[in-house]
């Protein structure tokens, strides 16, 4: 608990686990017995790790633009959201004035963080605005979105010709199911290592050029700066009107 507390402070943001979590969020958690506290250490090493490569101060000027004013970080053991089998990895709470981003610890966090961090950046201020007015314009002409996740687990839109290298406008088949997915899914790829070959073509190009401009125009980082997200933007490829006009 020390060295989440510690860990929160350095960050500006709270980090909460085990049993606050079981008293805050109102969901069912199965916890590791005490003698599985090496999961938890391992869990607050790798958070710390994945905070590290943010701006420095970014995380507290992300929750000062929430509604609750400061960010949470749930780190989850295995949870259940319904008491079935299948199990979420994590999610963001914003119900009752939360700014929560929850991440679960049996899965890769550094994925989950940065997926759900974006989340929690769209729903409560990179989408109030017009920022996003042209985000149909970079997908392809007549494309529509899934507005379907039984499609994606599926396994319905892994074979989308969406998807095809050198010409792809999409992260990975998740990204087809909603906007707000594939924003995430395009900020994910864009934090994580090896991954320039995603955003070689220009409709992916275009979509991370403009999720870039988007959070520099809510949150202060200067210009000096160059965030992790911004590891794959290539000079004079980053034309927000791109679009395919043979689809």
Not at 19 to 48: C, F, H, I, Q
Not at 144 to 172: C, I, T, V
Not at 237 to 246: A, C, D, F, K, L
Request: aromatic share 12%.
């Amino acid at each position: 608990l020390q060295t989440a507390q510690a860990m929160g402070e350095r960050h500006g943001v709270k980090i909460t686990f085990r049993e606050e979590n079981n008293r805050t969020s109102g969901v069912n958690y199965s916890n590791y017995p005490d003698y599985r506290s090496d999961m938890y250490n391992k869990a607050l090493r790798e958070l710390e790790r994945v905070m590290k490569d943010l701006p420095e101060g970014f995380l507290k000027k992300v929750g000062r633009l929430t509604d609750a004013g400061r960010l949470e970080i749930r780190l989850l053991d295995d949870y259940d959201p319904d008491q079935k089998t299948t199990r979420a990895t994590g999610y963001i709470d914003v119900a009752d004035g939360n700014a929560a981003v929850c991440v679960s610890m049996c899965g890769n966090i550094r994925e989950i963080f940065f997926h759900e961090l974006f989340h929690m950046m769209d729903v409560q201020f990179l989408n109030n605005g017009d920022g996003y007015k042209n985000w149909d314009d970079v997908n392809p002409r007549n494309f529509n979105y899934a507005n379907s996740y039984s499609d994606y687990y599926e396994g319905k839109l892994n074979k989308s010709s969406y998807l095809s290298q050198g010409s792809s406008f999409f992260a990975d088949a998740y990204g087809l199911i909603s906007p707000r997915e594939d924003r995430a899914q395009v900020f994910l790829y864009a934090c994580l290592d090896g991954e320039s070959g995603r955003f070689a073509s220009p409709g992916m190009q275009a979509k991370l050029s403009m999720i870039c401009r988007v959070i520099r125009e809510n949150v202060s980082i200067s210009d000096e700066e160059m965030p992790i997200w911004e590891q794959y933007l290539f000079p004079g490829e980053s034309n927000e009107e791109t679009r395919n006009p043979e689809e």
